[in-house]
């Protein structure tokens, strides 16, 4: 099993930033990627970017592409996803996800473990 807990959403202004923070735990070394995904009022939850356990691939959806950086620190099994220039429709909450084995990154079938989420609202 590994557990996943992600901190660092909040409620910021338009334009801002923030870095959630997702930090895995147990058997970590079972991880091949990692993926967040977020889920507004209303919507269904959403592929917003992944990035390899190991090696150097990341992935996002293109609308976010730019604003939002994903990045990784093995040392601390933690995955981070730096987002910038924030707009009141990125109001969602923000779920890391582990995956066990290569799949579709994009998509949630593709991972095995869920965090509870992290909360970001952004006011206009």
């Known amino acids: 099993q590994v557990q996943l807990v992600e901190s660092g959403g909040g409620l910021v202004q338009a334009g801002d930033s923030l870095r959630l923070s997702c930090a895995a735990s147990?058997?970590?070394?079972?991880?091949?990627?990692m993926g967040w995904f977020r889920q507004a009022p209303g919507k269904e939850r959403e592929f917003v970017s992944g990035?390899?356990?190991?090696?150097?691939?990341?992935y996002y959806v293109d609308s976010l592409k730019g604003r939002f950086t994903i990045s990784r620190d093995n040392a601390k099994n933690t995955v981070y996803l730096q987002m910038n220039s924030l707009k009141p429709e990125d109001t969602a909450v923000y779920y890391c996800?582990?995956?066990?084995?290569?799949?579709?990154?994009?998509?949630?079938?593709?991972?095995?473990?869920w965090g509870q989420g992290t909360q970001v609202t952004v006011s206009s």
């Open positions: 990035i390899d356990w190991i090696g150097t691939n990341t």
């Open positions: 996800a582990a995956a066990r084995a290569l799949g579709t990154v994009r998509a949630e079938r593709g991972y095995d473990y």
């Open positions: 147990g058997r970590t070394f079972s991880i091949v990627t």
